[in-house]
T-cell receptor, first 116, second 117 residues
Framework: KAGVTQTPRYLIKTRGQQVTLSCSPISGHRSVSWYQQTPGQGLQFLFE???????NKGNFPGRFSGRQFSNSRSEMNVSTLELGDSALYLC???????????????FGPGTRLTVL | AQSVAQPEDQVNVAEGNPLTVKCTYSVSGNPYLFWYVQYPNRGLQFLLKYITGDNLVKGSYGFEAEFNKSQTSFHLKKPSALVSDSALYFC???????????????FGKGTKLSVIP
């Protein structure tokens, strides 16, 4: 079974631009979460989607948004980019259907965003 | 609120020696605990998890972890370190009572493990 895939793997943008990142979960997984990883702040939770609905949201400004499609693929968007948005953005998927919150999240390789 | 502490930024160990990477946690309810490993320019790779039951959990690549409820710890261990184990290790927790069904994980800051040949 293929793992979590993320596209693109690398992005370079300038301040003020917007960017869209894509995530395809493991086949059959319905829950998708996004995390931001930076050297200073570590891994921080952005948001989580399940069956096209945002189920949880981290403490990030409204410039960060996301959505999930009916095939469970997810996108996140960052508008009006700032230098501090430079980070590795990780997507993770979980089955979401077992009824157990002990289910494992499986991570993709990440998208490395550099804001100049 | 839930939190995770990894008290060591870096751990150095000689190849063939046992290794331990420390993790302590704080949650309101009962914890689900996870260990992940990250190699340079890669995503996180799942190693093992504690949900319930036996306090000693065995995972991938010979790693294991011991859950200690009284000390709120979940230390990662391996009997004999390999050079290829050198990577960044993250401990994570999910509180059973938070987030209305959410799978959100709270991560520690990570511990860089260096295995010296």
């Amino acid at each position: 079974k293929a793992g979590v895939t993320q596209t693109p793997r690398y992005l370079i943008k300038t301040r003020g631009q917007q960017v869209t990142l894509s995530c395809s979960p493991i086949s059959g997984h319905r829950s998708v979460s996004w995390y931001q990883q930076t050297p200073g702040q570590g891994l921080q939770f952005l948001f989580e989607y399940f069956s096209e609905t945002q189920r949880n949201k981290g403490n990030f400004p409204g410039r960060f948004s996301g959505r999930q499609f009916s095939n469970s693929r997810s996108e996140m968007n960052v508008s009006t980019l700032e230098l501090g948005d430079s980070a590795l953005y990780l997507c993770a998927s979980t089955t979401g259907t077992s009824g157990s919150r002990g289910d494992t999240q499986y991570f993709g390789p990440g998208t490395r965003l550099t804001v100049l | 609120a839930q939190s995770v502490a990894q008290p060591e930024d870096q751990v150095n160990v000689a190849e063939g020696n046992p290794l331990t990477v420390k993790c302590t946690y704080s949650v309101s309810g009962n914890p689900y605990l996870f260990w992940y490993v990250q190699y340079p320019n890669r995503g996180l790779q799942f190693l093992l998890k504690y949900i319930t039951g036996d306090n000693l959990v065995k995972g991938s690549y010979g790693f294991e972890a011991e859950f200690n409820k009284s000390q709120t710890s979940f230390h990662l261990k391996k009997p004999s370190a390999l050079v290829s184990d050198s990577a960044l290790y993250f401990c994570a927790v999910r509180d059973t009572y938070s987030g209305a069904g959410s799978y959100q994980l709270t991560f520690g800051k990570g511990t860089k493990l260096s295995v010296i040949p």
